[in-house]
């Protein structure tokens, strides 16, 4: 009697091969179930591995399927993109970025670190464009705030 084991601990019996595919099947999601799990849609996730930022592979009838680490690699991208990398930036960061929270490990790159200011620089002038603005709506508010009470009690 031969028995296969995975990687995930299940020992199955060649003749079981209805179940050995099943277990397969599971380790593998298509585009849509990858793209619910990561709040993303199907197309930003074509253009993440267009961008060579994901990887898939192609089942028998050419589906895409993805493994379940790609889950972590697309949050970690998008919490990036939401941070204000640009899809460029991404590809050097993503492979020394460690872990759920995007952490980098110490690494001397001169190159990488004026990159990393310039990006901050650029962060910087948005926050202070956003501030102003947020700044004008608060007077644009308080001054028809202001008309709305003036116009009540009239």
Known sequence: MHRLKLD???K???SDEFHFEKILERAEM?????AELT???PRQLRYYEQKGLIGSERS???YRTYS????EQVRQIRALLDSGFNTELIAQLLPCVQGPEAELPPNHNPEMEQE?????KRMEEQIEMLTHSHHRFECYLKRVEAESETGKSA
């Open 116 to 120: 990393l200011r310039t990006q901050m």
């Open 39 to 41: 709040d993303s849609t």
């Open 30 to 34: 298509k585009i849509g179930e990858l």
């Open 60 to 62: 028998s009838n050419g």
């Open 8 to 10: 995930i601990g299940v």
């Open 68 to 71: 379940d680490d790609t889950v």
């Open 12 to 14: 199955v019996e060649p």
